[in-house]
């Protein structure tokens, strides 16, 4: 957590006593300008503005306000390292102690999914891979998006046990528009679809503390004075649209929470089952965790904090522990962001004002040069304010996130077979663990990946890809063992059709020249 940095004081008091007696008026200070500029922005909601709208923009800029007094409080790092421990073993259960024979589960497994919401975290761009619009929006695999797939599995789930299971999306103001237009297409489909959207927030800026923005008018001249301020809004969100308690009167119990891009995030019976059928103790909160590799070093892992189960994050940890943070040795773990709340324990929560999230601040520049801070909170931090929580550390094929374009070539390849929109590695591979794939800067956007492969290679027997430069694949060209490819600047490197690379390296120029 960073240390808060103070804006210019007012002039006019008379600063005297102590450094912290006037470090407490300069944060007064600060509030109080930040009152007075959300009441500002509030006068420019037009007068046409439907009820409904103009109360969503109050309570989120109340929520802002709340988050940023809570921010200007801070001081330093929110864990003492001293105090961190490792969590008790029946705290961290494994994936095998739960799970159930399916044929125990066949008679009673309909009913035990009716008692299931499934939640989406759907507020991301695809910008980071080059694509406009909603990230769920872009083509993973066969054609099929991120939602395709999502609706496929809840679908297919609802046919063969003869249960509704709910699909409900957290859009962010990126994506809320975009995404109702796509969902058009799913008005015949076996699943029950919702959404709601998470809060709008005010950049502030660094240097004043104040918002960047003026207006609450969300067109081009002024979006990038907003934010969606992280996915641990998506409890107060869910509260205020009315779904939490709509389908606690359904007679649902869980939600199943999951960012939407994670390909392997589909609902688990034998966690279901675990959570509706554990009598020894109820469970408000089950964090799936799964094996911590070099590749996840940055995630968040479970801690023992003041006897209380906690989520503790990288921004978290003082500058001199980071180094232990990602240690594979000590902190073995890593939250996989599958959640699965008890329903009525959220409502409790949220309506008494009591969840306590840590602040993320995260620190930002537009373009115009201005140094911007957004205050976040994640959803998983939500863990401590739960009776019974608990971890589960489930297999790695539950984690399969699409972040990069080195992750759809793993997914769009024949490393993975699909059924009923749902991704598990093929049985012909020999060993579990994915190969690592490293694709340079060509390749970075999905319209330039695309048309560098004629079609995706195979590699189902390739440990390690680098490629690099310009470079383009054939068909069916396959991939084993150690791959790098290395086109240097100038340089074009031609995979040709039916190539079959195996622990080899390829470097300088080769084409191949139609006649």
């Known amino acids: 957590m960073a240390h808060t940095r103070l804006g210019h004081t007012r002039m006019g008091h008379t600063r005297s006593g102590s450094s912290a007696e006037f470090q407490m008026l300069a944060k007064r200070d600060a509030e109080k300008a930040m009152r007075a500029e959300i009441d500002k922005l509030l006068e420019t909601i037009p007068k046409t503005c439907p009820t409904k709208d103009v109360q969503d923009m109050t309570n989120d800029l109340n929520g802002f306000e709340s988050l940023f007094k ?4 801070e001081k330093g790092p929110s864990v003492d390292w001293e ?12 994936y095998d102690s739960i799970r159930k024979n399916e044929k125990d589960l066949k008679g009673e497994m309909g009913h035990l999914l009716d008692k299931l919401v499934v939640l989406k975290l759907n507020g ?3 910008t980071s891979m080059g694509c406009k619009g909603p990230k769920s929006g872009i083509s993973v695999r066969n054609d099929l998006t991120f939602l395709d797939l999502t609706v496929q599995q809840i679908e297919s789930i609802n046919k063969m046990y003869g249960c509704s299971i709910p699909l409900v999306l957290m859009n962010s103001f990126n994506t809320d528009e975009d995404t109702k237009k796509i969902l058009r297409k799913y008005q015949t489909c076996g699943v029950d679809i919702f959404t709601f959207k998470q809060s709008m927030f005010p950049r502030i800026n660094k240097e004043s503390l104040l918002p960047v923005s003026k207006s609450l008018l969300n067109d081009k001249d002024n979006i990038e004075g907003w934010y969606p301020p992280g996915h641990g809004n998506v409890y107060d969100a869910f509260h205020a649209s009315g779904l939490l308690e709509e389908f606690i009167d359904k007679g649902k119990s869980y939600v199943f929470m999951s960012n939407i891009d ?21 469970h408000e909160f089950l964090m799936e965790v799964t094996d911590k590799t070099r590749a996840d070093v940055k995630g968040g892992t479970l801690i023992n904090y003041e006897g209380k189960l906690r989520l503790l994050e990288i921004a978290q940890v003082p500058d001199e522990y980071v180094d232990e943070f990602k240690s594979v040795n000590k902190f073995k773990i890593f939250n996989t962001n599958n959640l699965w709340i008890k329903l009525d324990a959220m409502l409790r929560i949220v309506k008494s004002k009591t969840m306590d999230l840590d602040i993320i601040t995260n620190n930002k520049r537009l373009e115009n040069g201005v140094k911007v801070v957004q205050l976040e909170t994640a959803c998983g931090a939500a863990i401590k304010n739960f009776e019974g929580a608990i971890g589960v550390n489930v297999p790695r094929s ?6 990069t374009m080195s992750d759809l070539l793993l997914v769009m390849s024949d490393l993975y077979d699909m059924k009923h929109g749902i991704l598990r590695m093929s049985d012909r591979r020999m060993f579990p663990s994915v190969p690592l794939i490293k694709l340079g800067p060509h390749f970075n956007k999905v319209s330039e990946f695309l048309t560098r ?21 054939g068909r069916n060209v396959i991939l084993r063992g150690t791959v790098i490819i290395i086109a240097n600047h100038g340089d074009r490197i031609d995979i040709p059709e039916g190539a079959i690379l195996e622990n080899k390296i390829v470097s300088g120029n080769l084409r191949i020249l139609e006649h």
């Open 398 to 403: 539950r984690f399969l996130p699409v972040k």
């Open 262 to 282: 994670n390909l392997g995030a589909n609902v688990d019976f034998n966690i279901l089952n675990f959570l509706l059928n554990s009598h020894d103790e109820e």
């Open 70 to 73: 809570r921010w200007i409080l």
């Open 83 to 94: 105090k961190i421990r490792f969590p008790p073993e029946n705290i961290i259960l494994t």
């Open 453 to 473: 492969f004629t079609n995706i290679p195979v590699i189902m027997e390739l440990d390690h890809l680098t490629v690099s430069g310009d470079v383009t694949f």
């Open 124 to 126: 991301g761009l695809g």
